[in-house]
């Protein structure tokens, strides 16, 4: 099913650990994008894959100069936006919670348990009140994409686990044994750094998300298994990476091409509480891009 969009729609590429670039994208031209809310990771690349339009973004910058605590998550949210993203793909290295979430597997998870702190998770707030719903964090027709362009193109016995829950920490540290086992407890199959802030973020700036989480390592639970080391991940994800871009590849040819409905794409619609007339002229400048659709 489509929707009647006004204008030609973007997708968007929210690259993580080891994925800094995408060669298919041709095109390219790079763009430094002013926002509220200061400067992004790095500089956005637009460009096109197979003549889809396309805005790719180093999460940790291209040098990976951010921790996750440090990712200039609403800014990079809003730059998208700004750009006319409507669906935004986060590839994201994560560690198993589960012993059939093998490393070197793809996770599409469809959950998330947040245990980050202090990070700013909204763009309202200072005389705006906005309360959208999380109940279904990822946009369920944008994984299923993912999951047929992903299909295919896995190999050597790497398997694609479609659902589960990601839990989002705060890092830069990884779990001690207790947090992980902890997390087991609650049924989590995959612990990120990133991933629940931008999805968020992105739900109030009415933009799609999905995450090809890519399992680099077995965390710390796993009695037998070596625990998790930076160069453990970097190993893995050298690997994980260049599947991931093949999939993103492919799934940008279909999300150009059917232009996938979501749920996020009116998440605002009845969230709103404030009024317009009742916000400071500073604060509006700021998340007018977001409430102009409802408060024009």
């Known amino acids: 099913m489509q929707e009647d969009f006004s204008s030609n729609p973007k997708i968007g590429v929210f690259g993580g650990s080891g994925f800094y670039n995408i060669d298919e994208l041709k095109e390219v031209e790079e763009l430094k994008i002013d926002t509220p809310f200061g400067d992004t990771s790095d500089l956005l690349r ?28 609403k800014a990079n949210v809003w ?3 700004s750009l006319g993203v409507k669906w935004i793909i986060s590839a994201s290295a994560v560690g198993s919670l589960k012993s059939e979430i093998r490393p070197l597997d793809m996770v599409l998870p469809d959950q998330f348990i947040d245990r980050t702190q202090n990070r700013p998770t909204t763009f ?9 719903s999380m109940a279904q964090p990822f946009c369920k027709n944008l994984t299923e994409i993912i999951a047929k362009a992903a299909g295919p193109l896995m190999f050597d016995g790497r398997k694609l686990h479609v659902g589960g829950t990601y ?29 629940h802030t931008e999805a968020r973020l992105c739900m109030e700036a009415e933009i799609a998300y999905a995450s090809l989480s890519m399992s680099t ?32 590849t492919e799934a940008v040819q279909t999300i150009g091409k059917d ?38």
């Open 46 to 73: 637009l460009g096109k894959i197979n003549g889809n339009e396309v805005v790719f973004l180093a999460r940790h910058g291209r040098k990976h100069s951010f921790t996750p605590s440090e990712v200039p998550y």
């Open 167 to 195: 839990l989002c920490m705060e890092g830069p540290a990884f779990s001690t044994k207790a947090e992980s086992n902890f997390y087991r407890s609650l049924d989590c199959s995959v612990i990120g750094m990133t991933n």
């Open 259 to 296: 232009r996938p409905i979501s749920k996020s794409h009116s998440a605002l619609k009845d969230a709103l509480l404030t009024h317009k007339e009742d916000v400071s002229l500073d604060t509006l400048s700021k998340i007018k891009l977001l409430t102009d659709k409802y408060w024009s």
């Open 124 to 132: 309202f707030g200072n005389g705006v009140v906005a309360h959208v």
């Open 79 to 81: 730059a998208m936006k």
């Open 217 to 248: 390592d077995y965390d710390c639970w796993y009695e037998g298994h070596d625990d998790v080391t930076v160069e453990m991940i970097v190993k893995n994800l050298q690997s994980n990476a260049e599947l991931a871009k093949k999939i993103v």
